[in-house]
T-cell receptor
Framework: DAKTTQPNSMESNEEEPVHLPCNHS???????IHWYRQLPSQGPEYVIH???SNVNNRMASLAIAEDRKSSTLILHRATLRDAAVYYC??????????????FGKGTKLSVIP | DGGITQSPKYLFRKEGQNVTLSCEQN?????MYWYRQDPGQGLRLIYY???????QKGDIAEGYSVSREKKESFPLTVTSAQKNPTAFYLC???????????FGPGTRLLVL
């Protein structure tokens, strides 16, 4: 899987928007961009994914650069419950039936009350 | 409720002892996975299974063993050959042909 680069940590004030960046300059045409997050002492949780177009769901929005070499996860109003480590992962759909997720260190988001 | 359960939440292992971590899912998912997480690090894949009675090694399989006799269950045994077993162990599952993985709450293994 292609490599991603994320800042080690970020801070946000509660109820403000948060933009979490991810660089993936070696992304291939078949790579999907996935985001997971992990709250302290819990298993990771799926957040959102996309290929080329921007995506929205109830948890977040994903903005993908036109050249696909970077993307940004957007939390529209940060809450204390959003404090977690956020992982940006590239996955290529090879049709093999199972997919190995390669987790880097992610970005630790702190939310300030 | 559908989901993935892991037990126990905390497990203590003595030197030279094998221990087995349980992972059960009632989501009817075909694929199941085991990951290891060390403090401040990302997850690393130990083993994965796409179907019953079949499994493949991940990146760090040495010192671990698994079985997949039932679709719902994918237990992980940490053998005495694993010299540094202290870690947070996470089990996940995914439906066939789906990339999204659903994780259990994890088991924290400590060596006495």
């Amino acid at each position: 899987d292609a490599k991603t680069t994320q800042p080690n940590s970020m801070e946000s004030n509660e109820e403000e928007p948060v933009h979490l960046p991810c660089n993936h300059s070696t992304i291939s045409g078949t790579d999907y961009i996935h985001w997971y997050r992990q709250l302290p002492s819990q298993g990771p949780e799926y957040v959102i994914h996309g290929l080329t177009s921007n995506v929205n769901n109830r948890m977040a929005s994903l903005a993908i650069a036109e050249d696909r070499k970077s993307s940004t996860l957007i939390l529209h109003r940060a809450t204390l419950r959003d404090a977690a480590v956020y992982y940006c992962i590239l996955i290529s759909l090879s049709g093999a039936g199972s997919y190995q997720l390669t987790f880097g260190k992610g970005t630790k988001l702190s939310v300030i009350p | 409720d559908g989901g993935i359960t892991q037990s126990p939440k905390y497990l203590f292992r003595k030197e030279g002892q094998n221990v087995t971590l349980s992972c059960e899912q009632n989501l009817n998912h075909d694929a199941m996975y085991w990951y290891r997480q060390d403090p401040g690090q990302g997850l690393r894949l130990i083993y994965y299974s796409q179907i019953v009675n079949d499994f493949q090694k991940g990146d760090i399989a040495e010192g671990y063993s698994v079985s997949r006799e039932k679709k719902e269950s994918f237990p992980l045994t940490v053998t005495s050959a694993q010299k540094n077993p202290t870690a947070f162990y996470l089990c996940a599952s995914s439906p066939g042909q789906s990339v999204t993985q659903y994780f259990g709450p994890g088991t924290r293994l400590l060596v006495l």
